[in-house]
Structures are given as C-alpha cells and as structure tokens.
C-alpha cells in the first residue's frame, strides 16, 4: 500500500496522535504524516475531516474515508492490516479487560497528568498529583511478572500507556517527585517499550515535552 492511500493528521507532542504512528508501525503500514498546530490553528482539512470535534488525530484511508478518535483509530488498523502481529488480545476477557484500562489512562489518568503540568492553581496540582501518583501504583501492579503488557509482545495496553509514558517523566523532571522511582516494574517497560523499532522514532522526549509543556501553561 502507498503512503498516499493512508494519511495520519496529528500533533507531534498528543500521546493519541502517537499512539495511532506506532500501530501502523508495529503493523509496518507506510503512511504520510500531516502535522497539526492545534495550538495556533486547525487546517481545512482536519475541520472536514473530523467535523464533530474538530481535533486530532485522523486517520485517513483510501478514497478520503476519515476515521477519528485515537483508540477507534488502533482498534481499525488492527483489523484492516490483519496480516501484522495482533494489537488487541485474541481472548474476549482480555480485550474487555484491555479496553476498560484504555478508558481510565483516556478518561482520568492523563488528564491528571496534564493538569498536574499546566495547572496554575496549586490546589489542582496537589489533587492532580495525587491521582496521578495512584495511577502510578495501578500501572505498576498491572505491569507486573510481564515483558509487555500485552504479555511477549507490544499490544492495545502498551500502545495506551506508552503514548503517555513520557508525561509522567515530565512530572519527574519538572518537580522532582520521583514517581517512578517508586515504580521499578513501569520503569524498567518503559526502557523497553521505548527502544522497540515501531516506537523509538516516534516518541518525541522528555525535555521536549517539559517544554511544550510551558507553552501550554501560558497559553492557558
């Protein structure tokens, strides 16, 4: 398949644009990459192709078919590139159990994480914190006696938590907590999960991000 058959619209620093870069990588699909400034302004063609909620990413396939939502995205492109190594778990427990886990990192755990960096108030950072360090302890207990969390090999849950793993190190840096240091099990996947081929070149680092962070805080 081309790259021009398969378009990505993203933001180099959004864990959900990463997070759809490194499924087509593990599945070794070719695509073209369209980078986003969502902090400046939104292109046409990201405004036609997410109408809705007029954000990143988008995958975009064949004829101008969109698809939008970061996790709908990795669910797809498991399914249409069959042929690659499996992302979501084959057992139905498994995958429910993998979803459900993908919607606490989606639905509270990153968004602690962000509030934790750009918050001004130091009200919201204390609490952020705290359910950001809870996270932690969930992670790590669920990181647990695997390689990945997808069991030999990078999955749906990897995919998930690796897309915000560096944020947590952010927090590490920006306010020397530690919170890994506390999580050896999380910290030693991480390193793992990093240095895999699908996903090294994709992540875009730490002090980058602690900057990107600072932006975002004064914008805010």
């Known amino acids: 398949m081309s790259e021009g058959e398969v378009k990505v619209l993203g933001t180099w620093a959004s ?17 073209e990459y369209l980078e986003e400034n969502s902090l400046e302004s939104k292109s046409e063609l990201l405004l036609d192709s997410n ?17 939008c939502e970061s996790l709908i995205i990795v669910e797809y492109i498991d399914e249409v590139w069959s042929s690659g190594p499996s992302i979501l ?8 159990d993998a979803r459900f886990w993908a919607t606490y990192v989606d639905n509270k755990f990153f968004p602690a994480l962000k509030r934790a960096v750009v918050s001004g108030s130091e009200e919201t950072k204390r609490a952020s914190m705290a359910e950001v360090e809870e996270g ?9 006696g695997k390689a990945f969390f997808g069991g030999d090999n990078i999955g749906y849950l990897d995919i998930v938590i690796g897309s915000v793993f560096e944020w947590i190190k952010v927090i590490d840096k920006c306010t020397e907590t530690q919170l ?18 699908a996903v090294k ?20």
């Open 15 to 31: 864990p959900f644009s990463t997070r759809v870069r490194i499924a087509l990588h593990l599945k070794s699909v070719n695509y």
């Open 136 to 144: 932690v302890v969930m992670l790590e207990k669920l990181s647990k």
């Open 180 to 197: 890994l240091s506390q999580a050896p099990c999380l910290l030693e996947w991480g390193a793992r999960f990093s240095s895999h081929e």
């Open 89 to 96: 778990p084959c057992d139905a427990y498994e995958r429910a």
């Open 51 to 67: 109408p809705v909620f007029k954000r990143i990413p988008v995958l975009i396939h064949g004829d101008n078919k969109p698809i």
């Open 201 to 220: 070149d994709v992540l875009p680092g730490v002090a980058k991000l602690a900057g990107f962070g600072l932006k975002l805080k004064a914008k805010i």
